[in-house]
């Protein structure tokens, strides 16, 4: 059986990302503008690494990069770094790298430290509905990570201007509108998506095993992750949004999130 | 050719006899035409604002400041020993360095301010009109208009508002983003109440809706702003369609409650509302600071965020300097090396015409020669003049940058060769 060996991309993807990390805390502490303008170039090379390293699963594999922990960490901190690429150039939101850049290096650096064998599809797992579970739920999560991350922002900024003081991030967190926009779009579209890619793996369930559920760590992070992603959306609706009673929530939310992830190929 | 500078400022001297030394625009000929029929200048401009009156010339010598005092105190109606003391003469780099520094907005009174850059544009386009500019101020102003606005772009010295009116535009956009689509509902007819409306209209507010006790002056002014006047007691009612709630009266109570902006918000359901609150006594309840979305500043934060945007605005002055300094040592060299062209091209057509009076004389005295001969012979003669040149001229090159070891060396490769 062929074994996942992290690769030299996987290695530069890490180490890049990681740069660009630490770049735009520096510039936090240093207060120069230019510090970030490296790190968005950092990433971009990163990127490319990265794309070279999920090139080489599928290429390697003959499947998406999906059906164990390290191709799936990579897959979805590929996802995220498309859309936080996405909106940095469409709205300039530099603030967001703050919480983005981390977690890729440490989606990453998971599948690197995991280094699981890659899994083969067994009939079973190439099953279309198997896929799409797969596919929809990752896409789901990027935008609901992202969309978390802006409302971060919102919080953050929400903050400062009550207070009347200037946060760290001020200058950088773009006007509240557009956080509000991004937070909110993020969060529909990445709910719907979750939600197809839930309902597409509790198909699979019901198929395969002839119950809906088999109450592993994996789906009740995602049943709570889905609760507390309906939850924030709701506030969004009602206009509740900025309360830390919805702060708490997608504290939750991400804990949650990061329970299914970990609990991929592990019951 | 040297550049100076002379002239006064909101430091140096008091606005009585700035106002006198002003030049009002289309006067500016009065005072560039006589300095140009002097003699040893070249080239002069000047920037006339309400915080500085300052000449530029150009001049082949030292000796022009004399011509341009008396100038100046002919027109301030002064004796020249009078207005000295108030005047600063700045010589080459540093003459260079101020230019730069004025046109970014550091010499200022309020640092970054954005104006001073188009009135240096103005300067440059009048004394270009009146053809009083030689090629050195030509250089010198198209230099620092790209340095101004190199300085704007690269450190950002102007984003920041310094002034209550646009400390509140700058928190509107921090809430709303762009200023378009939105409403404004003015309370009160106070002064800064008016000229916060005026900004805020200036950078794309769509309406507003000016209320006011004494209905005509609430006429009188959303008539100005192109808006619409309210009664006074609908205020309540008015703060649902608004986004921007600016209060300035005069009232000893408060003219905007908390009730009425919780009422407002649930109407509203979503959207958020910025209230400024510019009256002493303070017109707008305090606690609707609490409201979620309701987001409350009085003259005191708005003042506040105007001092930070001052303190940033000097961190950056610093930044500033550090790209002034080195674009001031390019524009030198760039200057000294223009000095050092015209000595390079008469030098080369000196050689060049003794060549040719040599060839003349030498063919004459050899009688018929082919064509490949003649050819060979001017291949030669051409060779030995480029390498007779090649020295003085890499020499005259590199001193281009030392001002005064350049003007020895143009001088004396101007006396070896016989040049004018």
């Known amino acids: 059986m062929t074994t996942v060996s992290p690769n030299l991309a996987l290695y530069l993807s890490i180490a890049i990302y990681a740069i660009a990390a630490g770049l735009v805390f520096l510039s936090l502490l240093t207060r120069r503008e230019t510090l970030q303008r490296f790190a968005t170039a950092a990433v971009m090379g990163g990127f490319v690494t990265h794309t070279i390293w999920i090139g080489t699963i599928c290429s390697t594999t003959h499947h998406p990069p999906l ?11 590929w996802l995220l770094v498309v859309v936080e690429l996405g909106l940095l150039f469409r709205y300039k939101v530099q603030a967001a790298a703050f919480f983005v850049y981390p977690l890729v ?16 599809p067994t009939p079973e797992q190439s099953s279309k509905i198997f ?13 609901l990570l992202i969309g978390l991350a802006f409302g971060a922002l919102y919080q953050m900024q929400d903050r400062a201007m009550k207070a009347k003081k200037r946060g760290a991030l001020y200058d950088w967190i773009p006007n509240l509108r557009v956080l509000d926009l991004v937070s909110y779009r993020s969060m529909v579209l990445g709910f719907a998506v979750y939600s197809a890619g839930i309902l597409a793996g509790v198909l699979y369930a019901y198929n395969r095993h002839g119950a809906l559920t088999s109450f592993s760590a994996k789906e009740l992070g995602a049943l709570v992750a889905w609760v507390a992603f309906a939850a924030i959306l709701q506030s969004h609706l009602s206009g509740t949004f900025r309360t830390k009673k919805t702060a708490g929530v997608a504290l939750v939310a991400f804990l949650a999130i990061v329970v299914s992830i970990f609990g991929i190929d592990r019951g | 050719m040297t550049l100076t500078l002379i002239g006064v400022n909101h430091r140096t001297a008091p606005v009585e006899l700035r106002e006198r030394l002003s030049i009002s625009k289309g006067s500016e000929a009065d005072v560039l035409r006589p300095l140009c029929s002097n003699g040893g200048i070249r080239g002069s401009a000047v920037i006339s604002t309400c915080n500085r009156v300052e000449i530029v010339v150009s001049s082949e010598s030292d000796n022009i400041i004399e011509p341009v005092v008396e100038l100046l105190a002919e027109r301030a109606g002064r004796e020249p020993e ?23 907005g550091l010499d200022s009174m309020v640092i970054g301010e954005p104006q001073i850059g188009g009135q240096v544009r103005d300067s440059y386009q009048i004394a270009k009109n009146l053809d009083t500019l030689d ?5 010198l102003y198209e230099q620092t208009l790209h340095v101004a606005k190199r300085v704007r772009t690269e450190t950002g010295i102007g984003e920041h508002a310094v002034s209550i009116p646009f400390a509140a535009v700058e928190l509107a956009k921090k809430i709303f983003g762009e200023l378009s689509g939105l409403r404004a509902l003015l309370v009160g007819a106070g002064e800064m109440g008016e000229l916060t409306a005026e900004h805020l209209k200036g950078n794309g507010l769509d309406s507003i809706v000016v209320a006011n006790r ?8 959303a008539g ?45 359901r979503r959207g958020d509302i910025f209230l400024i609150d510019l009256s002493v006594p ?25 001092e930070a945007n001052k303190a940033k605005r000097l961190e950056k002055a610093g930044q500033a300097d550090r790209i002034i300094e080195k674009e001031v040592d390019a524009f030198l060299k760039r200057l000294a090396t223009q000095d050092a062209v015209p000595t390079i091209v008469e030098l080369q057509r000196r050689l060049e015409d003794i060549r040719q009076a040599e060839l003349e004389k030498c063919l004459r005295r050899m009688g018929p020669v082919t064509a490949e001969q003649r050819q060979a012979i001017e291949a030669l003669t051409t060779g030995i003049i480029n390498k007779v040149a090649h020295y003085p001229i890499i020499r005259l090159r590199e001193s281009a940058s030392a001002p005064h070891e350049g003007e020895t060396i143009r001088e004396t490769i101007r006396k070896i060769f016989g040049l004018r």
């Open chain 1, 67 to 77: 059906t164990n922990l390290p191709e799936a960490a990579s897959f979805l901190a």
């Open chain 1, 105 to 120: 290096v440490i989606l990453l650096a998971t599948a690197a430290i995991v280094s699981e064998p890659f899994a083969p």
């Open chain 1, 131 to 143: 896929i799409g579970h797969l596919l929809l739920t990752l896409i789901g999560i990027a935008a």
């Open chain 2, 82 to 104: 009078s207005i000295e003391k108030h005047l600063y003469v700045l010589r080459h780099r540093d003459a260079i360095r101020h230019m730069f520094r004025v046109a970014s």
């Open chain 2, 135 to 139: 090629s050195t101020l030509y250089a």
């Open chain 2, 214 to 221: 004494a209905f005509d002056k609430a006429v009188e002014l």
């Open chain 2, 224 to 268: 100005r702003f192109g808006g619409t006047a309210a009664a006074f007691d609908t205020v309540g009612e008015q703060l649902a369609q608004a986004d921007i709630v600016i209060v300035s009266t005069a009232a000893p109570n408060y003219t905007v409650t908390a009730e009425q902006v919780s009422a407002a918000m649930n109407e509203r």
């Open chain 2, 282 to 306: 303070r017109n707008i309840d305090p606690a609707i600071a609490d409201i979620e979305g309701a987001y409350l500043y009085n003259i005191d934060d708005l003042s506040e965020v105007a």
